[in-house]
């Protein structure tokens, strides 16, 4: 049984007030609260335990190494990936992904050869695809959403050609909540000798994954949206297209020996690993991953679905608010707008003097905001501590802009 009020007495933030309310906080999407024990972790990580990791002959750095390494092998299980060796830990999702722009997909990709990406992937997951059109002449080839957000797999899949060399694909949009069908999109690519690339950051946040049944072969999270420390993330690459990769940074620790002339790498995955990590954030994520798990993800999922529904229901009941996107399924994140009320700046102004945090903007996703017409939406993301009492709190603040903007 999922004790709502437990697993907030967790996160010692949820108790504080802003601007003289309760904090309902409604941007997780953009980063979560973390709970006590991660900050304890944290704390205990610098007061007790701290060293350089790899390295030590001494009683400390055998102990930060032998912490931070055992997130690998959690991080492994919380993914369902068949070996720890297939988990290259680093800073968050921009880093992961670019790693197989530079690391994977630059190597092997020529002018002309294309990269198919949904239309609404965040920056993290174009902007390095862009890289590769302006300096080598890679096609970004674009697959638009349909009218309630949702992503036809078929279209993904009708879209990879013969030039095809990678595609790219969020797991759950971070505008619309949208969760895309993977595994569909995995299976076809595969057929076709195709890898895909998922960013999972917003979807292993809310759901149970298991990247060996989606039969992906990247799949990059991001450990301050998973309720652990920021500058601390993971990238899961099957191991034959780990043997596939050309280390993306160079320095200490990635290597295996280093001479005037000559240089050897380390083993995977320590070889896409290059200088001191963030030891103690890593530390906390391992932390933040078993927190969740003892949670129980799909008692996650369970109650987010509750607070999604009661959202989703009573949103329906405004004639004056528009929710983007309403695809099947959609995870717990809602972009809202209210005709004739100015910017979205505006709105989450007020919201934010009635203690309410969401995230207003285009929310890195340029391409899917000017496909759908618009420059910019508040987003209310929920996470595993919210509750249907703040949905009513968020409601009565977006009334109150109604009433003052429109
Ligand atoms: N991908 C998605 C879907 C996201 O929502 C985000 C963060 O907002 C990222 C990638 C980038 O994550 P990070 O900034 O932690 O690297």
Same mark, same amino acid.
């Given at each position: 049984?999922?004790?709502?009020?437990?697993?907030?007495?967790?996160?010692?933030?949820?108790?504080?007030?802003?601007?003289?309310? =309760?904090?309902?906080?409604?941007?997780?999407?953009?980063?979560?609260?973390?709970?006590?024990?991660?900050?304890?972790?944290?704390?205990?990580?610098?007061?007790?335990?701290?060293?350089?990791?790899?390295?030590?002959?001494?009683?400390? !750095?055998?102990?930060?190494?032998?912490?931070?390494?055992?997130?690998?092998?959690?991080?492994?299980?919380?993914?369902?990936?068949?070996?720890?060796?297939?988990?290259?830990?680093?800073?968050?999702?921009?880093?992961?992904?670019?790693?197989?722009?530079?690391?994977?997909?630059?190597?092997?990709?020529?002018?002309?050869?294309?990269?198919?990406?949904?239309?609404?992937?965040?920056?993290?997951?174009?902007?390095?695809?862009?890289?590769?059109?302006?300096?080598?002449?890679?096609?970004?080839?674009?697959?638009?959403?349909?009218?309630?957000? !949702?992503?036809?797999?078929?279209?993904?899949?009708?879209?990879?050609?013969?030039?095809?060399?990678?595609?790219?694909?969020?797991?759950?949009?971070?505008?619309?909540?949208?969760?895309?069908?993977?595994?569909?999109?995995?299976?076809?690519?595969?057929?076709?000798?195709?890898?895909?690339?998922?960013?999972?950051?917003?979807?292993?946040?809310?759901?149970?994954?298991?990247?060996?049944?989606?039969?992906?072969?990247?799949?990059?999270?991001?450990?301050?949206?998973?309720?652990?420390?920021?500058?601390?993330?993971?990238?899961?690459?099957?191991?034959?297209?780990?043997?596939?990769?050309? =280390?993306?940074?160079?320095?200490?620790?990635?290597?295996?020996?280093?001479?005037?002339?000559?240089?050897?790498?380390?083993?995977? =995955?320590?070889?896409?690993?290059?200088?001191?990590?963030?030891?103690?954030?890593?530390?906390?994520?391992?932390?933040?991953?078993?927190?969740?798990?003892?949670?129980?993800?799909?008692?996650?999922?369970?109650?987010?679905?509750?607070?999604?529904?009661?959202?989703?229901?009573?949103?329906?009941?405004?004639?004056?608010?528009?929710?983007?996107?309403?695809? =099947?399924?959609?995870?717990?994140?809602?972009?809202?707008?209210?005709?004739?009320?100015?910017?979205?700046?505006?709105?989450?102004?007020?919201?934010?003097?009635?203690?309410?945090?969401?995230?207003?903007?285009?929310?890195?996703?340029?391409?899917?905001?000017?496909?759908?017409?618009?420059?910019?939406?508040?987003?209310?993301?929920?996470?595993?501590?919210?509750?249907?009492?703040?949905?009513?709190?968020?409601?009565?603040?977006?009334?109150?802009?109604?009433?003052?903007?429109?």
């Amino acid at each position: 049984m999922y004790d709502i009020q437990s697993v907030r007495s967790d996160f010692p933030i949820l108790s504080r007030e802003v601007n003289g309310k =309760p904090l309902v906080y409604l941007d997780n999407g953009a980063s979560a609260q973390k709970p006590q024990v991660v900050i304890d972790a944290v704390t205990r990580g610098y007061a007790e335990e701290y060293s350089n990791v790899h390295r030590g002959l001494h009683y400390l !750095s055998n102990l930060a190494t032998e912490k931070y390494e055992g997130v690998r092998g959690t991080v492994a299980r919380f993914l369902g990936a068949a070996s720890e060796d297939e988990i290259i830990l680093n800073s968050g999702t921009t880093e992961g992904i670019n790693m197989v722009a530079y690391g994977w997909a630059m190597p092997r990709m020529e002018a002309g050869d294309e990269i198919v990406l949904s239309i609404m992937e965040h920056h993290a997951n174009i902007v390095p695809w862009h890289f590769l059109r302006e300096r080598q002449g890679v096609v970004i080839k674009w697959v638009d959403v349909e009218p309630d957000g !949702s992503l036809d797999p078929q279209k993904m899949i009708d879209a990879i050609g013969p030039k095809t060399k990678l595609v790219g694909i969020t797991h759950m949009s971070n505008v619309l909540g949208t969760v895309v069908d993977v595994k569909a999109i995995c299976t076809a690519a595969r057929d076709k000798g195709v890898p895909v690339l998922v960013d999972g950051s917003q979807a292993a946040v809310h759901m149970s994954v298991n990247v060996a049944d989606i039969g992906c072969d990247f799949y990059a999270v991001t450990g301050h949206k998973l309720y652990g420390p920021s500058g601390s993330g993971a990238i899961y690459v099957r191991k034959d297209r780990m043997a596939e990769m050309r =280390p993306f940074m160079g320095g200490g620790d990635m290597i295996r020996d280093v001479t005037r002339d000559t240089v050897t790498w380390n083993d995977p =995955p320590m070889m896409f690993e290059a200088g001191t990590p963030g030891i103690v954030q890593t530390i906390g994520l391992g932390v933040a991953l078993d927190y969740m798990t003892g949670l129980g993800m799909e008692n996650i999922a369970a109650h987010e679905a509750k607070v999604r529904d009661y959202a989703r229901d009573r949103f329906k009941g405004l004639n004056w608010l528009q929710v983007q996107g309403d695809a =099947p399924g959609k995870g717990a994140i809602f972009s809202l707008s209210i005709e004739g009320a100015g910017h979205a700046h505006d709105i989450s102004t007020v919201l934010d003097k009635k203690g309410v945090a969401v995230r207003a903007g285009s929310h890195c996703a340029m391409p899917l905001m000017d496909a759908m017409g618009i420059n910019a939406t508040c987003r209310a993301s929920f996470g595993l501590y919210n509750t249907e009492a703040e949905v009513d709190v968020l409601i009565d603040a977006l009334e109150l802009c109604h009433d003052l903007f429109a």
